[in-house]
Structures are given as C-alpha cells and as structure tokens.
C-alpha cells in the first residue's frame, strides 16, 4: 500500500488543510493500491501563496539561466534513474499496459533534452539592429518569466503532461502550481519527490492532488498569471473564459478526432502495423489517436478486414501482464462513456466489425471494454465526430485525395492525423492540405523539437522545443 499523506507545497512536505485520504483502486480489479491527500481551496492559497513569494523574491527567476538548466538537468536525471519505478506506479493506477508505460519513458528524456537544448539556445536578451542607422536609438529585447504559472493536466498520461508543463516553464523562471488528477496522485506524488531532490528554491513547485472544483479555483486565482492546460475541449473552454475575463495568459492543449488518410499505393500491411500503435497507444486514452481510419474506396475491404484481423490479435486484461496490449479504461465512468459510444455506433447504423459493448470474457472486475472497429461509418455520425477515448476505431470510405482531405478536414478538432502512403514526397503534399497540429508520415514518431498543439477546438498555444519553452516568457523592450 503506497501512501502519501502529506501535500507537496512549496518544495516541503505538509499537513493538508483535511486529513481524509483518497483510496486509489485498481482499474483491473478495484482493489485499493494506495491512498493520498487532495489539496482543497485553503492548499491551493498556500501554493499561490508560497509561488508568489518566490517569485517576487527573485530566488529562481533571476537565477542565471544556465544554472536554471542544471537543476532541470538534474531532475530529468533523477527521473531517468527512477524510470521504471515511475512506469509501474502510472500502469498501477492508470490501467496503462505497462509495455505503453515503459515505451513512454525514453521519450520523456528526448522531450526533456529539446526543452533543455532550446533553453541553452534561446534568445533571453538581444540588441536589436537599428532600421533606421541615423536614429540615436538602439532597442534592447528581453525575455523573462510571466509570474505564478497554474499547471493543470489529465490523467491519461500524467508524467508526459507535468513534465512537458512544468520543464519550460521553470526553465523560464517561472513559479508553478502543478494540479494533478486524483487518479495519478501516486505517480505524480513521486515525481513530487524527484522534484524535490532536484535542488530548486524554496517556494518555486507545488504538487496539488485535487478534485474539478479545487482545479477551478486555482485557475480563479488572482494571484495566477498563467494557465497551462490540458484535457478535454469543454473544459479548455470553461478556462478560456476563465483566463479571459482575468486578462490571464494561457495555453490550452485539448481533445482530438484525428484522421489516418491511407492513400491508394500505401502498403495496407504496414499501414495496420503502425496504426496498432497510432490509433490504440494506451487503450485508446490518447488525445492524438489517429480513431477515424479514411480509406479508399477501391481498396476500402482489404483494410477493414486488416484492421478486423489487428484488433483481434490484441490481447486484453491486466496491465502488468507482459502479453497485454490494451488495459482497463481508468474508471468505471470512463468505462461506460465508452460502452455508450459502442451501443450509439449500433443505433447509428455502423457495421458493427468487431468487438461491441459488452464487457471482456473473465474481466468484469476491472474496468474493461472490448476493442471494437466500425465500418461503413458516414463522417457525420457521432461517433465518427466525438471524442471517445478508448479502443474504438471507424473506418470511412472516401472517393478521392480531394474526399479524403475533406472529409479529415471536416472536424471541429485538428490535434492529430497522419498519412500513409508509399511515396514520401506525394504524402508530404497530402498532410500539407490537412488542417491539423501534427501530421505524421508512415507512423513517424512525433519529434519534440517541433511545436505540438491543435488547431480550432484542440486548442490554444504549442508545447514542446523553443516554441514551448517561449510561450512561458513574456516580451520586454528597452530602448536606449
């Protein structure tokens, strides 16, 4: 039984305002695995409270940044070392199959370096050239933190979301409040611990366990100069207006419908390959999983039945099992919400390929759904325009290249996509038309060099590199 029960505010470790501690159940069998406080209204003052102070006090935003970057070095070190410890805790509490938690470990460190690169590159003050050689003026260009920054993050991938947060945003000198999911208060409770062994000021990191309502009023604080946000678009919306009427700065990085546009010449074979993991990458709980398959008329059979025969093959069930693919969805709330959309696709007229609503053979303990693939789904149903965020995939047919962007186009989404095809340059001229944040080719790995952020409803703002890193930084001018 892992227990923290104690609030990590401020860098120390201490007593939250209520005792009463949270059980952590099991997604496979609902047996409880740990137990941790939650941060109510009155921690949530004491964090701001502490980050305030820190900041206005210049103990880390006028650390040179060069030490800034040693002691974020230090940390992702410490992590590195702590890699698996941190994989076992995300599966034990999340249901995440531990071969997706253990995958993701390697890319924390290549999105923790690119953040620490561009941190050594980054332009913190520059002279500016004159466009005017005969004026007397010459205009200095600076950029420093924005203040007390409110780090909010689902559950689904808990340490990729804090780290890609809270990295730059202490690169840059600022203080930070990381709100985390209930769910994830082991995981991230020890990543509380790695923080705290990373050397920074007192006062500069908070990890607050809370509830929709102690997260709403962290985001309300008036003491909060920014939100850095991820999750569901509904809830991007609610911070939106939040931030906006404060005149808060924010960044928001939300849901996803992503299309996978399979053109004619692209080999089927490897295209189902790759979408295993693009489309099905931690039981479906992914932001940017590519769920709508567009596929060619001509050829549209060959992969319905590719697809049939991958989802299939995927073994189900506890996560810590080596041989699991696809684990259980988080809660049981989760769970249901992803048996409706199942039984909606049904009511809707989908063909109904494989898997279905009830619950896998021998796992009705856990919070388990069938992996289930639609076919003849029409871009206009539900289920192909809603974010279901579990193993559930449709495919639609499309006529043309012109029909396939269109229909990849049409979404109120645009976090996500890929293309599929065996000539490299033609699908590069193909993800240029899709109106979309991050488009891969053939199942390329996303890079963490580049911005990552969504167009229309998935979002406001990019994370990750000197573009991710900037958007914690606020312009200063000086002109002499």
């Known amino acids: 039984m892992i227990t923290y029960d104690r609030l990590f505010i401020g860098g120390s470790w201490v007593e939250p305002s209520n005792p009463e501690l949270l059980d952590i159940a099991s997604p496979h069998d609902q047996s409880v695995v740990g137990r941790a406080a939650q941060a109510r209204p009155a ?83 520059e002279t500016l050239v004159p466009t005017d050689p005969a004026s007397p003026s010459r205009s200095v260009v600076r950029r420093e933190a924005i203040g007390v920054v409110a780090a909010v993050i689902p559950w689904n991938s808990p340490f990729s979301a804090a780290t890609s947060k809270i990295i730059p945003a202490l ?25 705290e062994q990373s050397g920074l000021p007192e006062g500069v990191i908070s990890v607050l366990p809370a509830d929709r309502e102690t997260s709403e009023y962290l985001v309300s604080h008036r003491e909060v100069d920014k939100i850095a946000f991820t999750g569901s678009t509904r809830a991007g919306r609610r911070i939106a207006s939040i931030a906006g009427e404060q005149l808060k700065r924010v960044s928001l990085e939300l849901g996803g419908k992503s299309a996978a546009v399979i053109l004619p010449d692209a ?31 001509s050829r549209y059979e060959e992969v319905v039945t590719a697809l049939k025969e991958l989802v299939q093959s995927l073994k189900v069930g506890d996560p810590n099992d080596p041989d699991t693919f696809i684990g259980p969805m988080i809660r049981a709330d989760q769970q249901e919400r992803v048996r409706n959309y199942i039984r909606l696709g049904i009511e809707e ?17 856990g919070n388990y759904v069938t992996p289930t693939v639609f076919a003849d789904v029409d871009n206009s149903m539900r289920i192909a325009q809603e974010e279901i965020f579990g193993p559930v995939l449709v495919v639609i047919a499309y006529e043309d290249e012109d029909d396939a962007v269109r229909i990849a186009n049409d979404s109120e989404y645009g976090l996500s996509g890929g293309v599929w095809s065996s000539d490299e340059t033609h699908a590069l001229e193909v993800a240029r038309r899709i109106r979309t ?44």
Do not use: M
């Open 437 to 480: 944040g991050t488009v891969t080719v053939n199942g390329a790995s996303v890079a963490f060099d580049g911005p990552f952020g969504g167009f229309k409803a998935s979002g406001i703002g990019r994370e990750y590199g000197a573009v991710g890193l900037g958007t914690y930084t606020e312009y200063k001018t000086i002109t002499i």
């Open 267 to 297: 080999d089927i074979d490897k295209a189902v390959a790759g979408l295993k993991f693009g489309s099905l990458l931690n039981n479906g709980e992914a932001c940017i999983a590519q769920t709508r398959i567009l596929a060619p008329r």
């Open 43 to 125: 921690d949530v003052d004491r964090a701001v409270a502490s980050a305030r102070a820190s900041f206005e006090a210049g103990v880390w935003r006028t650390t040179p940044p060069a030490e800034r970057v040693a002691v974020l070095r230090r940390f992702n070190a410490l992590r590195e070392e702590n890699a698996e410890k941190a994989a076992h805790l995300i599966s034990l509490e999340n249901g995440s199959a531990g071969w997706f938690t253990r995958a993701g470990q390697p890319g924390l460190t290549r999105q923790a370096n690119a953040y620490l690169k561009a941190a050594e590159e980054f332009a913190w003050e």
């Open 171 to 195: 690169l840059a000198g600022n203080s930070v409040v990381l709100k985390i999911s209930p769910e994830n208060s082991l995981s991230l409770g020890f990543l509380a611990e790695l923080l």
């Open 349 to 365: 007229g989908a063909r109904l390929v494989t898997g279905g609503p009830q619950i896998p053979e021998g796992l009705e303990k």
